[in-house]
């Protein structure tokens, strides 16, 4: 059964027909086209499709259209800009912590709200905020120390 839903992602309101008990992932890349979130486990333990809603980071995997009506929905397009990245986007490309990128959007999207949070964040408190996340290239420790960057930024 669907129905009407209307989502505010990265500023801007979309409209789309779904079943509200529809994941959260699949709107977002299947109704509005984005390419970030990425679908990596679908059961919200890797991380991969992380976005923020009202600020906080959820597994879109895992959260129905129900769940985020009325919310605002941030992707890693809302993040920066080509012309004005985040502090942590220029960390990743300082510390080339990316090989293959495929998980970066849930590291990205955990670590800004991380330090949203505590600007200034401790490699511990970086590591327990980041606990969790999955990536199967291994750039685990350039990726800590891109937050860390951005941390001391």
């Not at 992932?25 to 499709?49: E, H, S, T, V």
């Not at 009202?54 to 879109?60: F, I, L, T």
């Not at 929905?73 to 080509?82: N, V």
């Not at 300082?94 to 999207?109: S, V």
Request: hydrophobic share 40%; charged share 20%; with cysteine.
């Amino acid at each position: 059964m669907t129905e009407r839903i209307v989502l505010e992602v990265d500023g801007i309101s979309h409209a789309i027909d779904a079943d509200p008990a529809m994941p959260l992932l699949y709107a977002l890349r299947d109704d509005l086209g984005l390419n970030n979130p990425r679908f990596g486990c679908g059961l919200g333990q890797c991380g991969a499709c992380t976005v923020h809603v009202d600020g906080v980071p959820v597994r879109s995997c895992s959260r129905s259209l129900a769940e985020v009506k009325g919310t605002r929905i941030s992707t890693l397009a809302g993040l920066g800009t080509e012309a004005a990245p985040h502090k942590l986007q220029l960390a990743f490309m300082h510390e080339q912590a990316t090989q293959c990128g495929y998980c970066i959007n849930g590291w990205l999207m955990t670590a800004a709200a991380l330090l949203r949070e505590k600007p200034h964040a401790s490699e511990a408190e970086i590591r327990a905020g980041l606990a969790g996340l999955k990536c199967r290239c291994g750039s685990h420790l350039s990726i800590l120390r891109a937050v860390l960057r951005a941390a001391q930024a």
